[in-house]
T-cell receptor
């Protein structure tokens, strides 16, 4: 069975603060993919990043960075110098990396981030 | 390239009525998924089509839910008869084969059953 835990439910920061969104996962699969999606007020889920389990290199994309630590089963997401436009619900998700397998995503409950001006 | 579209965006129906949700995937995407988020909970998988075939429908809650994808293009999800606990946001996603891991989501349909 797979499980994704996003223990933080709501976070509120002031613009320009850095904020880290936590994601902890459980899986019996030895290879898997991890994702982050953003859901802005408009409602659609916007893909942010995909990492596979055999690549633990951290990634930075502009103000966004991701820290993947297999030893602690965590895939945390940091927004540097947050902006009001970052206000959204953020979801972490997991899927097995197996050819031919169903690639359904297992999601966490999501974290509501509010960035105040 | 057009993204995944869903219709309607909102639907309010009474308990016992029927509702049909529609999803148009990105053109050329053979994989189509339905997910649902009940308020405050996780987004949960409902089912997965590969072209017109159901690959996995293990997440469908019960036999009041019927999904179809005739011709392997758009998909419909019918709820009949609707119950109060069916309220939530229904998301559709699509992905390509063989690069089917990255799923692109639509804006969702918010269903309210009163």
């Amino acid at each position: 069975a797979q499980k994704v835990t996003q223990a933080q439910t709501e976070i509120s920061v002031v613009e320009k603060e850095d904020v880290t969104l936590d994601c902890v996962y459980e899986t019996r699969d030895t290879t898997y993919y991890l994702f982050w999606y953003k859901q802005p007020p408009s409602g659609e889920l916007v893909f942010l990043i995909r990492r596979n389990s055999f690549d633990e290199q951290n990634e930075i994309s502009g103000r966004y960075s991701w820290n993947f630590q297999k030893s602690t089963s965590s895939f945390n997401f940091t927004i540097t110098a947050s902006q009001v436009v970052d206000s959204a619900v953020y979801f972490c998700a997991l899927t097995p990396l197996l050819t031919g397998a169903n690639s359904k995503l297992t999601f966490g409950k999501g974290i509501t981030l509010s960035v105040r001006p | 390239e057009a993204g995944v579209t869903q219709f309607p965006s909102h639907s309010v129906i009474e308990k016992g009525q029927t509702v049909t949700l529609r999803c148009d995937p990105i053109s050329g995407h053979d994989n189509l998924y339905w997910y649902r988020r009940v308020m405050g909970k996780e987004i949960k998988f409902l089912l997965h089509f590969v072209k017109e075939s159901k690959q996995d429908e293990s997440g469908m809650p019960n036999n009041r839910f019927l999904a179809e994808r005739t011709g392997g293009t758009y998909s419909t999800l019918k709820v009949q008869p609707a119950e109060l606990e069916d309220s939530g946001v229904y998301f559709c996603a699509s992905s390509q084969v063989p690069d089917r891991v990255e799923q692109y989501f639509g804006p969702g349909t918010r269903l309210t059953v009163t």
